[in-house]
């Protein structure tokens, strides 16, 4: 999984018991709701919107094709975790994306997921304006 020097989206959630297994620490599906949510608000914090892009002539939405997590530290009920995205790249129709989930400044799970963008189940460049904004949000991220 490639490493990033900043985080481009930072979100903030709460681990409550559902998020959990029998012994308390958060179930390793969990990350993926987190990630998933984390993503969500990145392309929302870029200006797109998701529910819009899906119901426009044609419709567009985006599917993974390509998960993968490392878990390194349990997270367990009541912490407070924050769930950092960055753009890796965008080629095509694909984005490849670093996600980290958070407690304080301890990693506790790590994850690089490729996304890839869909028009009536078919693979369909991202639109330029699309990648517009998510060009000027990773420059305002950048130091």
Known sequence: MAERQTALHRYTLR???EDTDFSGAVYHASYL?????????WLRSAGFDQRAAFAAKPPLSF?????TIAYLRPAHMDDVLTIETDLL?????????AQRALRV??????GEVNVASLSDGRPVRLPR???QALGAARERADP
């Open 15 to 17: 681990v409550y018991y």
């Open 33 to 41: 709701r987190f990630f998933e949510r984390g993503r969500t608000e």
């Open 63 to 67: 599917v993974v094709a390509r998960l």
């Open 89 to 97: 790249e965008a080629r095509g129709a694909s984005l490849t994306l």
């Open 105 to 110: 400044d301890e990693v506790l799970a790590r």
């Open 129 to 131: 304006a699309i990648s």
